[in-house]
């Protein structure tokens, strides 16, 4: 059975930085396009990062260009979201999701409502 888990959240003062894991099971992710999302009380998902399947290309949302790296390990069958230089406004629900068809288009990457396959979320909080 296709399955997600994410891990590595917790709580970490402003400036520091965390690490996130989006481990598949049942499936190869390599073969999948990947999208973090994220989601604060209140406020809309939003796409953090995305790492295409074919060619590995990713894509940033613009608050967190520059400060965040998504990265896959094949051999783990897991994709990564290296979180640096993190601020209060990044504390939120993180999820992962998997998807081809059009979560492969990077026009599209960002459309939480295409993908099909979703971890259960990693809470992030970012104290100052």
């Known amino acids: 059975q296709l399955q997600l888990v994410e891990s590595g959240g917790g709580l970490v003062q402003s400036g520091g930085s965390l690490t996130l894991s989006c481990a598949a099971s049942?499936?190869?992710?390599?073969?999948?396009?990947v999208t973090w999302f994220r989601q604060a009380p209140g406020k809309e998902r939003e796409g953090v990062s995305w790492?295409?399947?074919?060619?590995?290309?990713?894509t940033y949302g613009d608050s967190v260009k520059g400060r965040f790296t998504i990265s896959r390990d094949a051999a783990k069958n897991t994709v990564y979201l290296q979180m640096n230089s993190l601020k209060p406004e990044d504390t939120a629900d993180y999820y992962c999701?998997?998807?081809?068809?059009?979560?492969?288009?990077?026009?599209?990457?960002?459309?939480?409502?295409?993908?099909?396959?979703w971890g259960q979320g990693t809470q992030v909080t970012v104290s100052s």
């Open positions: 999701a998997a998807g081809t068809g059009g979560p492969t288009v990077q026009a599209m990457c960002f459309m939480w409502s295409l993908y099909d396959y």
């Open positions: 049942g499936f190869t992710l390599d073969y999948y396009a």
């Open positions: 790492i295409r399947n074919s060619d590995g290309s990713t």
